[in-house]
């Protein structure tokens, strides 16, 4: 069974960083994309950014500039460097594997 682990999550003032890691195990198939969402309360779970096996990427237009999405194909994880934070980006973010598999989810707070 497909387990995703995030990490990294925290409480962070604004203008600040932090590092989100998710690390994929149990997965007996190829990983082509891999992605972070994020659900604030009373909101729906959108898409921040997603990468490719290969490397693509796409983001949200509201993290363009700030947020990278990297992976570690060999490692099946995913990271997402997450710079210059805003009280808006305060959300429950979750790892997602083949638009299919999700992690259990970490709280990014950004204090104003």
């Known amino acids: 069974q497909v387990q995703l682990v995030e990490s990294g999550g925290g409480l962070v003032q604004a203008g600040g960083s932090l590092r989100l890691s998710c690390a994929a195990s149990?997965?007996?198939?190829?990983?082509?994309?891999m992605g972070w969402y994020r659900q604030a309360p009373g909101k729906q779970r959108l898409l921040v950014a997603s990468i490719t096996r290969g490397g693509m990427t796409n983001y949200a237009d509201s993290v363009k500039g700030r947020f990278t999405i990297s992976r570690d194909n060999a490692k099946d994880t995913v990271f997402l460097q997450m710079n210059s934070l805003k009280p808006e980006d305060t959300a429950v973010y979750y790892c997602n594997v083949n638009d299919y598999h999700w992690g259990q989810g970490t709280q990014v707070t950004v204090s104003s």
């Open positions: 149990g997965v007996t198939f190829k990983i082509n994309v």
